[in-house]
């Protein structure tokens, strides 16, 4: 692994260009400009996950790409990409190598929101300061009140729009009987026409929510709410639960992420890398994606064009969005599919799904945050219909083989379509509550990307 500092927006390989969207999938030109400029063969396009500032994902860039020089074969030239998009990371989570100590980072906060975070929240929710101040001072203060809760709960609806939330992506794993799963170059997916479904963790009542995100994040291996101190556990009252409350905001900015990597991918990243591909029909993509900018990546396949073959490999880094998006039939509906089913076929190579059973991210909160309201099992009693890619891999998608990483090292992968890779035997590094879900800077997943890809040795 490189040591190589980030200097000026550069990082330590080269050549390197950031292509920076909005919240809206609007392209900045300038960035799309330094990436037509690249002179590579292929071309690795990598989408960050949760980061609350450019600098972060740099680095984040910068020590993922550097194995990869001297892993592929001497007639590739490799062109790095950086997709950089509006996301946020509270500072409570550990990035391996980067904040190893994680949530011990930020001594005596507990509960309450530390200044980074809390400026980062600012800016991934602009115009929002009121409501902002007073989640911050709920959860400081921790007030033994149910009328507390109710308000906090009204105030993290709020902020994540729910209440003006339309149906689009709604669930990673639910499209309309029929649609289509591979359009033309904006695809054709189609979206529920059934009235807005919030998950039942922003609609339920907020003190049963916050218990249950409390005993999440004590099954997540850490005291309840990261450094919380004494008396936050599971019997301390009331007060106890507010670690479920700002766990319960947590998920707001992961639900609104979750969309917004869509529509990224989308009309965003997608548009993009076809115009390139149009100018450059020679050019071989990669596309790589970590946490929600694996939803990035994989929602830009909607945009390549039918027939069109530029994008060569896809690889899935602990990809936060549902296993049943490829499925052509959901098994617990077979009349529909998930929202990504066929696009496999937009990739010239297989799209590989990593995933680690250390990732408490996905293993506990995904599916928490996923379920739909109106289910009948409780909170906790989830069965696999909300399970996350980056937790279990691919489910439901005929012919999908299943392979350890040393197997897929050693024999390579598939040469079309999807296939899993568990990867824990390298992601398993990082502390509550996110646990593994950001180791993921290893060469061995690098080769993986140069297997996928056909660039090695």
């Known amino acids: 692994m490189s040591d190589a500092t980030a200097v000026g927006g550069g990082i330590g390989v080269g050549p390197y260009a950031e292509l920076t969207f909005d919240a809206d999938g609007d392209v900045d030109p300038g960035s799309q400009d330094a990436v037509s400029a690249l002179e590579a063969t292929d071309l690795l396009v990598f989408a960050h996950g949760w980061n609350s500032d450019r600098a972060t994902s740099t680095r984040l860039f910068d020590r993922f790409y550097a194995p990869f020089p001297g892993l592929v074969a001497p007639g590739v030239r490799l062109g790095y990409v950086g997709v950089v998009w509006p996301s946020i990371r509270f500072s409570d989570e550990p990035i391996p190598d980067f904040d190893p100590h994680g949530a011990l980072a930020v001594p005596g906060h507990g509960t309450a929101l530390d200044p980074a975070t809390l400026r980062a929240l600012g800016e991934f929710w602009p115009g929002r300061v009121a409501e902002l101040d ?51 170059a904006r695809g054709t997916a189609a979206v529920p026409p059934a009235a807005p479904a919030v998950p039942a963790i922003f609609t339920e009542d907020v003190l049963e929510v916050c218990r249950t995100l409390t005993e999440g994040l004590a099954e997540a291996g850490g005291p309840p709410g990261g450094a919380a101190g004494p008396g936050l556990g599971l019997g301390g009252g009331l007060r106890a639960l507010w670690s479920g409350a700002k766990e319960l905001l947590r998920q707001a900015t992961y639900y609104q992420m979750k969309k917004r990597a869509g529509v990224v991918g989308e009309r965003g990243l997608g ?139 050693r024999s390579g992968v598939p040469q079309a379509g999807c296939v899993s890779v568990d990867t824990g035997s390298v992601v398993r590094r990082g502390g509550p509550p996110s646990g593994a879900h950001s180791d993921i800077c290893h060469e061995e997943l690098a080769r993986l990307v140069v297997a996928a890809g056909r660039m090695g040795r």
């Open 271 to 409: 548009p993009v890398l076809a115009e390139l591909a149009g100018r450059r029909p020679a050019l071989r993509i990669h596309l790589i994606g970590h946490s929600f900018g694996a939803r990035v990546v994989s929602y830009s396949l909607r945009a390549v064009p039918d027939g069109a073959r530029y994008v060569k490999s896809a690889t899935l880094l602990q990809g936060a969005f549902s296993h049943y998006s490829f499925a052509d039939r959901l098994p617990h509906d077979k009349s529909s599919g998930g929202t990504l089913r066929g696009m496999q076929r937009k990739v010239d190579g297989p799209v590989v799904a990593c995933h680690s059973p250390y990732d408490s991210a996905l293993k506990v909160f995904y599916p928490l945050a996923s379920r739909m309201a109106g289910d009948s099992a409780g909170l906790l009693g989830l069965d696999e219909r909300w399970g996350a890619i980056g937790h279990d891999g691919v489910q439901a998608v005929t012919g999908a083989p299943r392979l350890t990483l040393d197997a897929a090292l």
């Open 134 to 184: 007073r989640v911050a001072e709920l959860l400081e203060e921790r007030p033994e009140s149910p009328a507390a809760f109710t308000e906090f709960g009204a105030l993290v609806r709020e902020l994540a729009g729910l209440d003006t939330v339309d149906a689009v992506d709604a669930v990673d794993a639910v499209v309309v009987a029929g649609a289509a799963g591979a359009g033309g």
